[in-house]
C-alpha cells in the first residue's frame, strides 16, 4: 500500500487543528458576529427583522473574516515546512509533490470548513430565537457558498505557499492579493472602464465592467448572497468611485440585474460565482503545483 | 545491485559547481562514510539522491531505480535522516512514529522504536515543539528506522546528539548493517565516521578526493600520529621498541611519542603503566580533515596539537575506558 495525498491531509489536519493562531481568528471572528447579533438585538434593529436579513448584514463581516482566516491557515503551508525543514521528512516518504500540494489544500480547506460551520451554527443558535425564523434554505444557502468562499481562498493560500520559497514573499502575496480584492478591486475596475470608455460607470453600465468586477471572488460572492436573501450585500469597503449617489440611489437599484441593460448575460447570474470560485481554485493550485514540482528543495 | 551509484552528477549553482561529476558507488549492504567539511557539497548529493533538488548534469542510481524518475519507488524502500530537519511541534513524538510507520509500511510496535532509540515512553507522549535539539534527532532516527529499509541515509546524523545519542546512532548503524541494510552515512567528523564505517568517501570542494576502506584511512591519516603525556620525571622506559612507535622525546615534564600506527599510542601508555610510571595527562595530535585531504593529495600528513578529550577522539577513547 502506497502513501496518498490523504495521508498529507490527515496529517496536515491533525497539525493545523492544535493552531492557537487559527483558533484566535476564529473565535475572534465568531465574537464578533455574536456582538454584532446581540447589539442589533438590543438596540431593537432586529425586532422586525428576519434570519434572511441577518444572513444578508452578515456578509459584510463575512467577506473580510473567511478569506483572512483561509489565508492564515493557508499561506505557511508549504513554504512554512520547506523552510523549517519538516518537508524534508514529508518528502522522504513516498510521498509525490501532488501529494503534498493537494494534500495540503485539502487538508487545510477542511479546517476553515470546520471554522465557518462552527461560526454559522452560532448565528444559527442566536440568531434563530432572536428573529423567530429558522430560514433554513436560505441559511444552508448562505452557509455553502461561505464554506466555498473559504475553499477558494484556502486554495489560492497554498497555491501562494506551494510557489514561493520564502515565508517573506508568501505572505507579501497573501496581504498583497487580499488588499487588492477587499480594497483595490473597486479602484481597478473603475479604472479599466475609464480607460475604455472615458467615463466613469454609471447607475447603468457595460456589461463587461460586472464581470470584471465579479471576476473577485469577495464579489461574486456578495452578489451570490445578495441574489440568495434577495437584498444588496453592502460591500467590506466602498471607495465610491463609481459615478453615482449611494445615498440617492435605493439598494433594489445597486443590484447587478437592475444595473445591466437589457437581458442579464449569463456569466453575470449569481450561480456563475461558482465558476468564479472555482477559477480561483484550479489556478492558484496549478501555478503552484507546477513551480513546487519543479523547485529545488534546499 | 549497488545501493548507490552516482555518475557524473553535477550541481551547480550559477558559475559554483556544488557537486562537481561525482562518480560514487555504494554497494549493497556496506557502511559507507561520506567524509567532508561543511559546504563540500555532502548535503547537495544527498538531496539529489532523494529528489529534493535537480542535478545540473549526469544521473543517480538508488536501489536500482533512477533518482529523478523513479523517486518515489526509492523513497518506500529507504529510511532517510535529512539534514536540517525538523518536525511536527505541536503532534506527539508517538504520533509522529505511528505516521512513520504508516507511511513506511512498518508494522513494528511504535515502543520498540522509542527504545532502540533511547527515548522514553513519557517524552514519546508529549508534544515534539518542547523536545531538546537531540531528542529530536533521536526520534528523526527511529522515523527513518521504520519500516526496515534496505538503505539508510543519514546526513550529518550526530548533529545535536549527546556522546550517549552519539554511540546510540553508532550500534543502530551497525544493526542495520547487520539486518543487510546498506548505510550511507555523511560527516566531517573523522572520528565519527572511523568508527562505524566500511568504506569512506572523501569529499571536498564538490570533488571526490578519495575512495577508501577505514583501514586504509587510518593507515593514511595514522602516518605520523603524536602522543603527549604529562610525566613529572623522564621516564627510563625505552618506548622505541614498541611496534609502531618511532620516537620518543621528553622535555620539560612532556613526552612525546611519535607513531606510525595510531595503535602504538595505546601500546606506549600501556608500557609507561607497567613500569609504574604516573602518567598525569594525556594529549594526542588530531587529525583534521585537511590532513586527511593532505594525506590522499600530497602524501604528507600535518599535524595538529589539540586537546585529547576520551569522548571526542575516537581512537584513544575506545582505549582508555
Known sequence: ?298 | MTAIETQSLTKRYGEAAAVDGLDLVVEEGEVFGFLGPNGAGKSTTINMLLDFIRPTSGSAVVLGMDARAESQAIRERIGVLAEGLDLYGRLTGRRHLELALEWADGTEPPTSLLERVGLSTDAAERTVGGYSKGMKQRLALAMALAGDPDLLILDEPSTGLDPNGIRTMRELVRDAADDGAAVFFSSHDLGQVESVCDRVGILNDGQLVAVDTVDGLREAVGAHAELYLRIADEPDVDLQWIDGVTEATYQDGRLTVTCDDPRAKARAIGALRDAGIEVLDVDASSVSLEDVFAAYTNGDVDLVEESGDAEESGRLAGVLQ
Open chain 1, 1 to 298: 500500500m502506497s502513501v496518498t495525498w490523504r495521508d498529507v491531509a490527515r496529517k496536515d489536519f491533525e497539525d493545523v487543528v492544535r493552531s492557537k493562531l487559527l483558533w484566535g481568528i476564529t473565535i475572534g471572528f465568531v465574537g464578533l458576529l455574536t456582538l454584532f447579533l446581540v447589539v442589533g438585538w438590543v438596540s431593537g434593529g432586529t425586532n422586525d427583522s428576519t434570519m434572511t436579513d441577518l444572513l444578508s448584514g452578515m456578509a459584510q463581516f463575512v467577506v473580510f473574516f473567511v478569506p483572512l482566516i483561509a489565508l492564515v491557515a493557508g499561506y505557511m503551508a508549504i513554504v512554512g515546512e520547506r523552510r523549517s525543514g519538516s518537508l524534508r521528512v514529508l518528502l522522504s516518504y513516498p510521498f509525490s509533490r501532488s501529494d503534498v500540494v493537494f494534500g495540503k489544500a485539502i487538508g487545510r480547506s477542511v479546517v476553515v470548513a470546520a471554522a465557518i460551520c462552527f461560526g454559522f451554527l452560532v448565528v444559527t443558535l442566536l440568531g434563530v430565537p432572536m428573529t423567530g425564523d429558522l430560514a433554513i434554505v436560505d441559511l444552508v444557502l448562505v452557509a455553502g457558498f461561505t464554506v466555498m468562499l473559504g475553499v477558494t481562498f484556502t486554495a489560492l493560500a497554498v497555491g501562494i505557499s506551494a510557489a514561493t520559497s520564502s515565508r517573506g514573499i508568501a505572505l507579501a502575496w497573501a496581504v498583497g492579493l487580499f488588499f487588492l480584492m477587499l480594497v483595490l478591486w473597486e479602484a481597478l475596475a473603475v479604472g479599466i472602464y475609464y480607460l475604455i470608455e472615458g467615463t466613469r460607470p454609471g447607475l447603468e453600465a457595460e456589461a463587461w465592467y460586472f464581470a470584471l468586477y465579479q471576476a473577485n471572488p469577495l464579489e461574486s460572492y456578495r452578489i451570490a448572497i445578495g441574489a440568495v436573501t434577495d437584498s444588496f450585500v453592502w460591500p467590506f469597503v466602498q471607495l465610491g468611485l463609481e459615478d453615482l449617489s449611494y445615498a440617492e440611489t435605493g439598494p433594489g437599484d445597486l443590484q447587478t440585474s437592475a444595473r445591466v441593460e437589457g437581458e442579464v448575460p449569463f456569466y453575470l447570474r449569481p450561480w456563475f460565482s461558482a465558476v468564479t470560485f472555482l477559477a480561483w481554485t484550479v489556478i492558484p493550485l496549478a501555478i503552484g503545483y507546477r513551480r513546487f514540482e519543479n523547485a529545488d528543495l534546499e
